[in-house]
């Protein structure tokens, strides 16, 4: 960041070595203090399903629920905490859905939980500073979390909790200050960095540290966002979360009349309108996980609800409709009167723990999701193909050659790629159509695989859980779409069940199932390849009829 590579890397081994040592905690202690000098205003709504089953004595994660108990083990002994959980856990991003309740029994859990954290995650003899719990991105989504819904839980607080939480909130700033020059990933320095800032704008007698954090953020940001406004991980989720960051660094230097610099603003004009672009007619945003692991973020992205959206968008203040398309961070977005397909066209080297936690990964490209209206029916569309050594084919760099054709017009919508590559001694081709009828309820696909020696190939479609299957044979699939949450909770006195009917021509087996983990059903079209000759697959969704039930 600030200082040179070399450097940077010398000063963190230097950082590293010192904290083998016991005394290394005594670097940490300082001046604390007993109140923030500002209260920072956090606009984000949390979520109130969320917060119940926290205060009747479980923690949602990916669809299960931890005991309580089990919560309070892994606060206090973070090895024992399972990775994907322990950024989510020990981030406290969860206190905003507590703070969505906002009730006295709401309060007292979330200061039990904090000075649960703070009694056994500030030891000497245990060095605790070299815990997984004090990961930098860890500790920096902490403390943000802590600061930003401060007023919610320490406001009513007594002095002895406010005692132990403003000295072990200093402790862990001080930590940060130290290392964050010689932190190398982009977006972990750009979650210290905003912690930081808040800490700097909230804490006393940290105020002249703010230019030189603001001065390291514009660097990292520089390093973050592509050309067309998207966040390099290519990920919606963390798109939206960095927006929304950006937007509370904008407040927090508002809030003490500071400098507001013309990057951040620059930084929200262009990364607002790649959140539209991954909108669903329901208001949420699109799964593709691009090239992050959703279990290594702080925030659950399946808790990203539409509100949140549409605050963020909201105080971005960026006028104007969704782009079409994201061509460096690779996302084609095509609507028409029978739906809206977003289609991603570049390789995502992680897997999507959020839709299949169970079965065969896919190639990583060419996958879409599909809406129509308000109603997200399919997750995710994707392609298997298992080889003739029963490896599974993975598309995990960008050099193959693709070709993108797309036009939208009087109510239709046309996608059509075409990908080869030639990867690990294969040479493997995909071209893929997708088409928006004219008229409501006419979604059709035709996928042709060409590979270079014998496989079996197969099209997944990930259905929403609000899908049932209601007959099916090789060729033709009746399904039954029932009203989703989002839908309801527009008020709606009306909600309309949907049956359509899925036909398919080419395959040589469909099957239907459902993941265990995470309760989502799913259909598999299954076609053997032949070496060197083209397989074809084409399907189509129709509309059969409305049903509407008040």
């Known amino acids: 960041m600030s200082q040179h590579p070399v450097l940077s890397q010398f000063s963190y081994f230097l950082h590293r070595l010192a904290q083998k040592y016991r005394l290394y905690g005594v670097t940490l202690l300082g001046r604390s203090t007993s109140e923030l000098l500002t209260i920072p205003s956090d606009p984000w709504p949390g979520n109130f399903q969320v917060a119940h089953t926290i205060l009747e004595g479980a923690f949602p994660f990916r669809g299960q629920l931890i005991p309580l108990k089990d919560c309070l083990d892994y606060l206090g ?48 003899s245990t060095k605790s500073w070299l815990s997984p719990a004090w990961r930098p991105d860890i500790t920096a989504n902490r403390l943000s979390s802590w600061i930003s819904v401060y007023d919610f839980f320490g406001a009513s607080a007594d002095d002895f909790f406010k005692q132990a939480f403003f000295r072990s909130l200093m402790k862990q700033y001080r930590y940060l200050r130290r290392i964050y020059t010689s932190i190398t990933d982009p977006l972990q320095a750009f979650i210290v960095l905003k912690s930081l800032i808040a800490c700097a704008c909230t804490l006393p007698r940290q105020k002249g540290r703010i230019p030189s954090f603001v001065n390291s953020l514009q660097k990292v940001l520089k390093a973050q966002i592509l050309a067309d406004g998207g966040h390099v991980s290519r990920s919606p989720a963390l798109q939206l979360i960095i927006l929304r960051d950006l937007i509370d660094i904008r407040s927090l230097l508002k809030n003490i009349e500071a400098e507001d610099p013309p990057f951040l603003q620059q930084a929200i004009n262009v990364m607002a309108p790649m959140v539209r672009l991954f909108r669903h007619g329901d208001g949420g945003l699109a799964d593709f996980a691009g090239n992050i692991d959703p279990c290594s973020l702080s925030f659950d992205p399946e808790n990203i609800s539409p509100a949140v959206v549409d605050m963020a968008l909201s105080l971005a203040d960026v006028r104007g409709r969704p782009p079409g398309r994201a061509p460096y961070m690779g996302y084609e977005r095509c609507i028409g009167k029978s739906g809206l397909i977003l289609l991603n066209v570049k390789p995502s080297y992680n897997e999507v723990p959020l839709l299949t936690t169970e079965g065969e990964p896919g190639v990583n490209i060419l996958d879409f999701e599909w809406s129509v209206g308000r109603q997200r029916i399919l997750r995710r569309s994707d392609l298997i193909v298992q080889l003739s050594d029963h490896s599974w084919l993975k598309i995990d760099n960008d050099q193959g050659s693709l070709a993108l054709k797309r036009h939208s017009k009087d109510g239709n919508g046309y996608l059509s790629a075409d990908f080869d590559q030639f990867i690990r001694g294969v040479s493997y081709r995909h071209q893929r159509q997708l088409y928006l009828g004219g008229e409501e309820g006419d979604f059709r696909g035709h996928d042709i695989f060409t590979l270079s020696q014998p496989a079996m190939a197969a099209v997944r479609f990930i259905f929403s859980r609000n899908v049932e299957v209601l007959s099916q044979t090789t060729k033709k699939i009746k399904i039954k779409v029932y009203p989703s949450a989002a839908i309801a909770g527009k008020g709606e006195s009306k909600k309309t069940v949907q049956t359509w009917s899925f036909i398919t021509k080419g395959a040589s087996d469909a099957l239907w199932q459902h993941c265990k983990e995470t309760g989502l059903p799913y259909l598999m079209l299954l076609t053997p390849l032949v070496k060197e000759e083209a397989q074809t697959i084409k399907w189509a969704f129709r509309l059969d009829e409305n049903i509407e039930k008040r």
Do not use: V
Request: proline share 10%.
């Open 77 to 124: 002994r973070p090895d024992r905490c399972p990775s994907p959980l322990l950024p989510r856990l020990h981030g406290f991003e969860w206190l905003k859905d507590l703070r969505a309740i906002s009730t006295n029994p709401s309060r007292k859990r979330a200061r039990q939980l904090i000075m649960h954290w703070i009694n056994q995650n500030h030891s000497w």
